[in-house]
């Protein structure tokens, strides 16, 4: 059985995120929105592209790219798309579906071209009224996953004309009216001002519809406390790290409210040795850590839990809490994430330097062209290397090209980090 979602709505107007199709006021950085939709429980975004001219229309698909880059749950966009070439360009801003608008004439021939291209699970509708979908109700299995429903009075017709899953948007619901409406076979979700506020608790709205016998995507654990085993003062430790980098971030301990508060809430809970209370970190600070995963142990007595850390995690200010150094001895640093992180920032800094005497400093000084010269050299070598079969010799190849490949990225101003994240995308 699928789970039911909520996907959130942003509305894009030159580049910048507005209130709503009906308020174009500003309504913050898309980032930082994008960013808590991503934290805090939302399964979906669905952006809306507001703009009426190609020039407009590039810029804000410049914007989704960002958000899809920003994210890790699913990006699906709508709007100004007139021609097959728009939904590509979607797809290549790093959006999961598109959505056609069917109020607009060419909104099923682009949906034919589309589906035959990219599959019809990429390709959703966006209807007002059921005109559409009773003129082609042959078809839409055909060349459409999923219905966007902009009007609720027309929910019982589409239960009589399609089968089709659909997500609707609402302004405003109470609990109630939420239950009735996911309650119906066909819906797969609610999207909207009703969900789309970042002020709301999503997670614990889920554990609420979750317990009304609404299948949603919530946190539920496979491990009950009780299988836990807890230490003298009935206490679980908890090694906190970064989910995207890896980072250790901090120790901290659960009791078992704790540890069921952090599932109904989404948010790291921790119960404090000190002060004897439970705290859920950020609560104070907005230094929020938003659950990602939580795993036991082989022993079962000590949680690692990955997060998504809003500002630092330590009470000092620090990024993370360890660094006190007690020992330390020399290494040389192998791990590939590193390596290249330490290599772009080694290269940058030269370039910052204005009297730095090295060969990358020299390199970019020389422009954009003697970079790019390079590059395609390297690049040559290494097809000729690997041509002739000489694995030592490859490998040198192949770290030239990463190293020249480097300089480019720091005279583009790329960092590896939106690279990996166009990677994760494919």
């Known amino acids: 059985m699928e789970y039911k979602i909520f996907a959130a709505s942003m509305c894009i107007q030159n580049g910048e995120l507005v209130h709503g199709i009906h308020d174009r006021t500003p309504a913050g950085d898309f980032r930082e929105v994008a960013k808590m939709y991503n934290d805090s429980g939302i399964d979906k975004i669905i952006v809306l592209d507001l703009s009426r001219t190609d020039e407009e229309h590039e810029k804000n698909v410049s914007v989704i790219r960002e958000i899809s880059r920003t994210v890790d749950i699913p990006v699906c966009a709508g709007g100004n798309i007139e021609r097959l070439e728009d939904v590509q360009n979607l797809f290549f801003a790093g959006c999961k579906q598109v959505i056609l608008n069917a109020d607009k004439d060419s909104a099923f021939e682009i949906a034919e071209d589309a589906a035959a291209r990219f599959g019809k699970e990429k390709i959703d509708v966006s209807i007002v009224n059921v005109d559409f979908l009773f003129k082609h109700q042959d078809e839409l299995r055909d060349y459409f996953h999923e219905i966007l429903v902009l009007n609720t009075g027309i929910l019982d017709a589409i239960d009589l004309i399609t089968d089709l899953q659909y997500v609707v948007t ?4 109470s609990m109630e009216e ?248 494919r």
């Open 178 to 425: 939420m239950v009735d409406i996911l309650s119906r076979e066909n819906i797969r979700g609610i999207s909207g001002p009703a969900v789309s506020d970042t002020s709301l608790d999503i997670m614990g709205l889920k554990t609420s519809l979750s317990k009304r016998g609404i299948y949603m995507d919530n946190f539920e654990p496979k491990i009950p406390w009780s299988e836990l085993k807890k230490n003298s003062d009935g206490l679980i430790p908890v090694v906190v790290q970064d989910y995207r980098t890896n980072e250790v971030l901090m120790l901290a301990y659960m009791n078992e409210e704790a540890y069921n508060t952090t599932f109904t809430i989404g948010k790291m809970t921790y119960y404090s040795r000190s002060r004897k209370t439970l705290w859920t970190k950020g609560e104070t600070s907005g230094h929020i850590q938003y659950v990602k995963s939580l795993t036991a142990d082989c022993d079962l007595d000590t949680i690692l839990a990955k997060v998504s850390q809003v500002g630092p995690a330590c009470h000092t200010g620090a990024k993370n809490c360890f660094f006190n150094e007690i020992v330390r001895k020399e290494y040389v640093e192998k791990s590939p994430l590193k390596i290249f992180e330490t290599l772009y920032e080694t290269v940058k800094s030269k370039k910052q330097k204005p009297n730095e005497r090295s060969y990358s400093k020299y390199l970019m000084d020389q422009g954009l062209d003697e970079v790019l010269k390079h590059v395609g050299e390297e690049a040559v070598e290494l097809i000729i290397s690997a041509k002739n079969q000489d694995e030592d010799h490859l490998r040198h190849e192949i770290s030239d090209f990463i190293y020249h490949l480097v300089v480019l990225m720091v005279e583009k101003n790329v960092s590896w980090d939106e690279v990996t994240r166009e990677l994760a995308q």
């Open 170 to 173: 609402l302004r405003e619901a």
